[in-house]
């Protein structure tokens, strides 16, 4: 059997962003394949797979038995980060969440784990929210990655500590790490983006209340800026 097999793009994105590191927490398990991907592949020594539920647990103990790395990869019930132990591990992956709830889970120990040098996170919504938490609360987003699944489109941040300033509002919704790599799935998104904020200014276009206005104003502003982004990429 072969882990390859189970991995789809947005897990190898995942993966590929924790590159090698010596111990990591999966935070949010569910099969462990993650974990087990990396272990398998000699990219980290161990590995601990975390749920706050214990069907997804005994998922990831069977998958774990399946590649014989019982030894390697330990699972345990943990509501986020909370029964890990600070010097466990140097990396965290939480992915498969909301980004309200990822950056919950990060707040919650971020100050009682020091040892962790890096978060890979992978929030499925509230994108924006999670690179504005990172920033204000001490992070430096090092890296960003995109990933296409199923017609639906998946951002991975690399951050670790440190200063990071956001420079611009367009930064909080493209990263800006993807447009300095020219990620190759960085126009279909930024084309999403627009007609998402073009639906939006759409359905408002018959309000006459003060505050959708300026809600409309803000949106005209965001495609504008979105739409000189979207120029940048065809001269790619």
């Given at each position: 059997m072969n882990i390859d097999s189970f991995m789809t793009p947005r897990l190898l994105a995942v993966a590929d962003m924790v590159g090698d590191c010596k111990s990591l927490a999966d935070i949010g398990t569910d099969h462990a394949y993650v974990p087990v991907y990396l272990v398998e592949k000699k990219r980290a020594e161990s590995a601990i797979a975390m749920d706050i539920n214990e069907g997804p647990l005994t998922r990831a103990d069977e998958n774990i038995k399946r590649f014989n790395l019982s030894d390697k990869i330990k699972t345990r019930?943990?509501?986020?980060?909370?029964?890990?132990?600070?010097?466990?591990?140097?990396t965290v992956v939480i992915a498969g969440m909301g980004g309200i709830l990822?950056?919950?889970?990060?707040?919650?120990?971020?100050?009682?784990?020091?040892?962790?040098?890096?978060?890979?996170?992978?929030?499925?919504?509230?994108?924006?929210?999670?690179?504005?938490?990172?920033?204000?609360?001490?992070?430096?987003?090092?890296?960003?990655?995109?990933?296409?699944e199923d017609?639906?489109?998946?951002?991975v941040i690399c951050a670790e500590r440190g200063k990071m300033i956001i420079e611009n509002e367009?930064?909080?919704?493209?990263?800006?790490?993807?447009?300095?790599?020219?990620?190759?799935?960085?126009?279909?998104?930024?084309?999403?983006?627009?007609?998402?904020?073009?639906?939006?200014?759409?359905?408002?276009?018959?309000?006459?209340?003060?505050?959708?206005?300026?809600?409309?104003?803000?949106f005209a502003f965001l495609i504008s800026e979105l739409k000189k982004l979207q120029e940048e990429c065809r001269k790619w």
């Open positions: 019930l943990s509501d986020g980060l909370e029964k890990l132990c600070d010097n466990e591990v140097d990822i950056n919950s889970i990060v707040e919650s120990h971020k100050d009682r784990l020091t040892s962790v040098k890096r978060y890979i996170l992978q929030p499925m919504t509230a994108i924006e929210e999670t690179r504005k938490y990172l920033a204000e609360n001490g992070f430096n987003i090092v890296d960003e990655t995109l990933a296409k017609e639906k489109i998946y951002t367009i930064n909080l919704l493209i990263g800006k790490h993807l447009i300095k790599k020219q990620d190759k799935i960085l126009p279909e998104l930024i084309s999403g983006k627009i007609y998402e904020y073009e639906k939006a200014t759409s359905s408002m276009k018959n309000s006459t209340s003060p505050e959708i206005k300026e809600k409309q104003e803000h």
